[in-house]
């Protein structure tokens, strides 16, 4: 035993890779097998699972010495449950490079966020019915002085893992808020919540905090959570949506439809807004399953009494067609990409004037 839920095991010269690969199999399968539990609150027991993921180094090809082949089969674990977890996964010699790179992009985002770094770039929501702009979304840019912009695909998920978003996110929440309050009065921003800042406990009071300092008033702010923070149904993480909207700040579900089939937890809190996640959006008018989902999506909002907003709309035909399908708003390139504060009085002004 390694770790808390980590386990190494030893194969004694196995005379083919594949020997490797069956036993690895033979393990997954013996763990996956269920187990009954006597629980006090059940009458009868209850069947659980358990699963497992694997990374296989073989010696001498991925190393000789102890160390370094348990740090091999640990970066190929680490594969195996970042791409599919319950599954197996050889170690590479690219690993250690990667994994080494990766090192290097977590202590320089850490570095980053201390330094204040990071800035937000807003995009504009607009409103389908009336061609107005409603608000803009606060997306993280980091501008690296040697690799230049880094996408937030390539530093978001260290963050998350290493707990650096709590951070990150306080921070751009911050400047979102300070940035808003200089805008007009009928324009809101919204802001990236990470269940994480959840799980820490002190959103309440940083969003207040955050608000009496900039002096942006509450129906201004748009916090957008994901399908999973409600899924956990923390007694905790609703009690502190429903003080937020007491507070007058509006909550919205993004990413919709990426997460989980069950919509009970629409049920759990009445959100202010729907956000259709992009891969749907882009393949609206090629893929009949992608276009039954926002068709059900938007006749969902409806029903509810929730607006919809459409993510990722790049082409005109696709805002056509969501229109016609009665689409509330949308975000995307074909009305603006994601732009500095510095730009964004000026982009206002010109849209204004269109």
């Known amino acids: 035993r390694l770790g808390g839920d980590e ?3 030893v194969m004694e010269q196995p005379a083919d890779p594949a020997d ?9 399968d013996a763990l996956s097998q ?25 010696a001498p090809d991925h190393g000789t010495a102890l160390d370094q082949i348990l740090k091999n089969a640990d970066m190929a674990l680490s594969r195996a449950k970042n791409e599919t977890r319950g599954t197996f996964s050889y170690f590479e010699s690219g690993m250690d490079a990667r994994a080494q790179s990766r090192r290097k992009t ?12 990071l800035r937000p ?14 608000g803009f979304e606060a997306l993280v840019r980091w501008p690296h002085p040697e690799r230049g912009m880094i996408p937030p695909s390539e530093f978001i998920p260290i963050a998350e893992e290493t707990g650096l978003i709590s951070a990150l996110g306080r921070s751009m929440l911050r400047q979102a808020c300070n940035d808003a309050a200089k805008w007009p009065d009928e324009v809101r921003v919204a802001v990236n919540m990470s269940p994480l800042q959840f799980r820490v406990g002190n959103v309440l009071s940083l969003v207040m905090d ?24 923390s007694g905790q993480v609703l009690a502190t949506l429903h003080a937020l909207r007491a507070l007058g700040v509006r909550i919205s579900m993004d990413d919709f439809g990426t997460g989980y ?15 259709v996640d992009k891969s749907f959006i882009q393949s609206v008018e090629t893929s009949v399953h992608a276009a039954a989902i926002v068709k059900a999506t938007l006749l969902l909002g409806r029903s509810l009494n929730i607006p919809v907003l459409a993510e990722g709309v790049e082409t005109e035909p696709q805002r056509r067609l969501l229109a016609e399908l009665g689409c509330d708003a949308m975000q995307g390139f074909l009305f603006a990409r ?3 504060a510095s730009a964004f009085s000026r982009w206002l002004l010109d849209y204004s004037a269109l």
């Open 34 to 58: 269920p187990y009954q539990l006597a629980l006090q609150d059940h009458a009868e027991p209850v069947e659980v699972r358990v699963g497992a993921s694997i990374g296989i180094a073989l």
């Open 7 to 9: 386990f190494a095991a």
């Open 106 to 117: 977590e202590i320089e985002l850490r570095d980053a966020i201390e330094r204040d770094v």
């Open 261 to 275: 089939s069950s919509l009970s937890y629409l049920r759990s809190f009445p959100f202010d807004k729907i956000k």
């Open 338 to 340: 994601p732009m500095a």
């Open 20 to 28: 490797a690969l069956a036993t690895a199999q033979r393990l997954m």
């Open 210 to 233: 955050v608000l009496k300092q900039s002096g942006l008033p509450a129906s201004r702010l748009e916090l957008e959570i994901t399908e999973t923070l409600v899924l956990e149904k």
């Open 121 to 134: 770039h807003y995009q504009p929501l607009i409103d389908l019915s009336t061609g107005h702009i409603t």
